[in-house]
């Protein structure tokens, strides 16, 4: 069985666990800056910046403990120069368990660990001098790690929060270790 389909199967069992109390499951959605942890080439500019986002599904399973799954996608890092060009980018399921610490009536702070199944993907194209044709070399890797973030979170109302938040998200990519870290702003809707 993939992976994704065991990750997906406990994030829906987990949330059948948290029992039949409708505001106890949310849904949420974040937008924000992810920033590759990559080795610069030399010769090329690296743009380690790009736009990511996530959306998942989450059950507070008690006042302080949740869980959440979902997918996220960790945009783009670019390299550009003279010799060539290329792109790393990525994505991936995942699920956490979230700690959550009341810091009043509207506001919290929560921490998460979970793990994150994702796929990374590789391309660059290198021009040697005086060759008008460019070598492309394409690589593709994918693997099970863990995730780390914290974040705070703002009650609108009984049902809608605003949240923002910073995570870690591990990857390999020919065989070294590459960390992305997304920092985003979202909303969650409980039902």
């Known amino acids: 069985m993939h992976i ?6 406990a994030t829906l069992g987990l949330a059948a666990m948290a029992g039949a109390q409708a505001a ?15 080795d610069e080439t030399p010769g090329l500019n ?8 996530k959306l998942g599904v989450g059950s ?14 960790l945009g783009k890092a670019k390299l550009s120069g003279d010799g060539g060009r290329g792109s790393v980018k990525g994505g991936g399921v ?7 610490l009341p810091l009043s009536s509207d506001f919290s702070a929560f921490a998460k660990l ?27 890797d994918s693997g099970t790690d863990i995730k780390f973030g914290f974040g705070v979170g703002w009650s609108l109302s009984k049902s809608v929060q605003l949240r923002a938040e910073w995570e870690r998200f591990r ?12 920092l985003s702003l979202g909303v969650s809707y409980s039902f």
């Open 94 to 100: 995942f699920v956490d368990a979230v700690g959550v």
């Open 171 to 182: 990857f390999k990519l020919s065989g070294d270790q590459g960390d992305v870290d997304l």
């Open 46 to 53: 690296l743009d380690r910046k790009g736009t990511g986002f």
């Open 114 to 140: 979970g793990i994150f199944h994702g796929k990374a993907k590789g391309e660059a194209e290198s021009y040697p001098s005086g060759e008008s044709d460019g070598v492309r070399v394409s690589e593709r």
């Open 24 to 38: 106890d499951l949310y849904a949420f959605g974040s937008v924000g800056i992810s920033d590759w942890k990559i």
């Open 60 to 73: 507070l399973l008690m006042p302080n403990l949740a869980v959440e799954g979902g997918y996220v996608n």
């Open 4 to 9: 994704q389909r065991i990750i997906a199967a």
